[in-house]
């Protein structure tokens, strides 16, 4: 069998250039750079949306303590409130089933209440600065008076003034 030097000739290129696969995969790198980073971007945004869910559910659960002890539980942590409100006490009477955890490993929520029961603070730090509930508080509420005389926990604090010093996402009541 003898080849066509027409249709196969020896000094024909047979694939990409060593510029053309640098420009290839640079290309390549730039868009999944670029995925990435918007990805990211996303990721944190959900993650602030679960925070905001779970306080909000948390809210619920202590509105339901509140009506069947008339005061909210004097926990000054998340961990003291979990085991308020799920421990053998009336929490289980009331059907409160979990108390959220933040989805961040290396993150935490904020729970602290005034000293005679009647009011309490939950707190949550937002990923996304631009979040619009970091700015949904008038400038002169201080989250960190209702908590006295005791002393606002480390996850509570950076909730006084606009509620955005630390990103962090507060909620009074």
């Not at 670029?34 to 993650?47: C, D, E, F």
């Not at 306080?55 to 002890?69: F, G, I, R, V």
């Not at 942590?77 to 929490?91: E, H, I, K």
Request: a positive charge; aromatic letters at 8%.
């Amino acid at each position: 069998m003898q080849l066509n030097a027409k249709r196969f000739p020896l000094n024909a290129s047979r694939g990409f250039t060593l510029l053309e696969i640098l420009v290839a995969v640079t290309i390549v790198a730039i868009l999944s750079s670029i995925i990435i980073v918007g990805l990211s971007q996303i990721q944190a945004r959900g993650r602030d949306t679960r925070r905001i869910k779970d306080l909000s559910e948390t809210q619920h659960a202590l509105e339901l303590y509140y009506s069947a002890n008339g005061s909210y539980p004097a926990a000054a942590t998340w961990g003291g409130l979990r085991t308020a409100l799920l421990g053998s006490g009336s929490g289980n009477n009331l059907g409160i089933i979990s108390i959220p955890s933040d989805p961040s490993p290396s993150a935490g929520y904020g729970y602290c209440a005034a000293s005679d029961g009647s009011r309490y603070v939950l707190a949550a730090y937002l990923e996304d600065t631009n979040n619009p509930n970091l700015r949904q508080y008038p400038s002169e509420t201080n989250f960190d008076q209702i908590c006295r005389p005791t002393t606002v926990p480390e996850d509570s604090r950076g909730c006084s003034k606009s509620g955005n010093l630390t990103h962090k996402y507060c909620l009074a009541f």
